[in-house]
């Protein structure tokens, strides 16, 4: 703690003045980060935020990327309000994404929660496996490609089921 204070131009001491603890640290930098990736997605329809996200320049970006991929591991093993931090941040993302989604009515807007989740854990997951490879490795670029391609056909597919809109003279 000490090392980051003075990294930061504080005095060890001063750490307290601002977080009771190191989880109080963790929570609020966690909550920045994610609200951070939530409005790096703002106006990407799910297609769009896949292609973003499931790329090399994100994988290569640990330093800016999503607070998901990076830290997502590590809050499974934290106290209980770097969970919550983690869980608004996750729902707030999910809300992001769906609202660019158009599914007026009560179901289409659970089929679009199911498919914004399913799009969010994959893209996540193919950003953790790809990050876990040698930089260099054909495999980290080839889970990337895999992924986005398979993602995106999942979602074209889900478009797809989508009933037509009617026409008024019908």
Known sequence: MAELMAA???THGGFYKHFRSKADLMAEASASG??????????LDPAEFVERYVSREHRD?????????ALGGDAARQPADIKTEFAAGIENLLTALQSQSDTPGDADQRAARMMVI??????????????ACPDG?????EILDVCRKEILASLAHDT???PAARSPEA
């Open 8 to 10: 930061a131009g504080f």
């Open 34 to 43: 994610l609200s951070q990736t939530v409005a790096r997605t703002e106006g």
């Open 61 to 69: 970006g640990r330093g800016d990327g999503c607070t998901i991929a």
């Open 118 to 131: 399913d799009m969010l854990a994959h893209s996540v997951g193919a950003i953790m496996l790809s990050r």
């Open 137 to 141: 490795s054909p495999l980290a670029d």
């Open 160 to 162: 797809s089921d989508q």
